[in-house]
């Protein structure tokens, strides 16, 4: 929480450069070896957990500001952003007001506004980022999906609403370039999608499926070392891989 | 184009009640026996069209917005509007700026700001509603897709991106509740999806792939009084057909 001093002057600083009334959050999910996780940040000595967010300079386009944003709150770089809803319950920042309503009067405490929020999410590998909590925050980590702690405002609905939209996605686009390595077998592909859904999946449809989108080609090398048969290696067809990004899955209508 | 009398009374009004910066916009399909087209509204006088928009008020949900907008301008009510897209481009409403820069002082006029414009979608049968301009507009029309006029501000783009959400949406979400009749024939499905495709289907696999969603109960009767071979008659199983609107098409993951 902030002190009265420093709340006046992010407040001064934030009338005077931003935009009022909308916010951005991002939802960044990481993968890697059969786990999924996502990014919070968390204020020492408190309890509740937040996403990523901050609000849009007053010239700025949005798509630049979820990446500013991203990147001064947890240090991500270069992550590729999709916004996928806004969230405008009238009462939903109803905790920040609280939380600062006796500190500043009304007219010069931003946080008394209500801010609808657009939503953004990412998938990447936890390995490969290097998160770091800003000034604001005091921790900043990949918790597991599965035991999630306790979130502030709705950011636990903008979560859910990520993974869902992630889920679906699932059905109509591409999914896993910058997860995998270059070269990967099918089990290790299935192993994505299984951690996604939380589910097992069969790997006689899903082969089937994965090879009538068109989007893998089979190399002639096996990996090889393993205690089972040597399994094929794919790769991404990047061509098919981005017009199904696109369009969506060939085989669709 | 207002009068400064009208301009001003209006901005007066605006910055009484309505959030700066944020506006709805809406995209209304319409479809009927192979016919896709878009709710367009005319200023007398002028030669581009525009979508049905608006400003939130300050307190109002966004939902509830989309809703109240959508009648106000065109007289569309309980229509199912989804949200599909923020437009963000700092210079989107540079042409509202432009036409009423000189007319009003800077901190008077409300159309000198920038607008982000939250985007919903909707898909109705066009012989069902009756639209009707609001006191703004003189013409609230059905336009063809194929033989779009010319669009104000980034309506273009918001009616395109609007498009690609509903045909990539074909593939992952059921579609037609509320276009078909009780009671329709594969061929007759088909034409809808054709339509909104804007592309031939084989018939073989629409009907093959459609079944093998689970959102289809067959009748026993059959539709006669063609010149063909009587097709047989299909409708919704609303229970699955639901299911699938939240989670997505059996026979996906």
Not at 58 to 70: G, S, Y
Not at 160 to 186: H, S, V
Request: proline share 4%; hydrophobic share 40%.
């Amino acid at each position: 929480m902030l002190t009265k001093k420093e709340l006046k002057e992010y407040c001064d600083d934030a009338r005077e450069n931003y935009l009022p009334h909308i916010s951005i959050d991002c939802v960044v999910f990481g993968f890697h070896e059969g786990l999924l996780k996502v990014l919070l940040l968390k204020v020492a000595n408190e309890d509740e957990w937040y996403l990523p967010g901050g609000f849009l300079f007053k010239k700025e386009p949005i798509e630049m500001a979820a990446d500013r944003i991203l990147k001064e709150r947890t240090g991500l770089d270069e992550i590729f952003l999709q916004q996928f809803h806004v969230f405008g319950d009238p009462d939903r920042s109803k905790q920040h007001f609280e939380m600062y309503n006796d500190m500043l009067p009304n007219d010069e405490n931003w946080f008394v506004n209500r801010f609808l929020t657009i939503g953004y999410y990412a998938l990447v590998d936890f390995c490969d980022v290097n998160p770091a909590p800003d000034v604001f925050s005091a921790t900043c980590s990949w918790c597991d999906l599965n035991d999630l702690p306790k979130l502030k405002l709705d950011h636990g609905l903008i979560l859910k609403t990520a993974l869902d939209t992630l889920r679906l996605q699932l059905n109509y686009q591409p999914i896993g370039y910058n997860l995998m390595q270059k070269e990967f077998t099918m089990p290790e592909l299935q192993k994505l999608y299984e951690t996604i859904l939380d589910k097992k999946l069969d790997r006689r449809n899903f082969q089937r499926r994965m090879l009538g989108f068109g989007i893998l080609n089979k190399s002639e090398k096996l990996r090889k070392g393993g205690a089972h048969k040597a399994p094929y290696l794919y790769s991404f067809d990047l061509e098919n891989y981005q017009a199904a990004l696109t369009e969506g899955f060939k085989g669709g209508w």
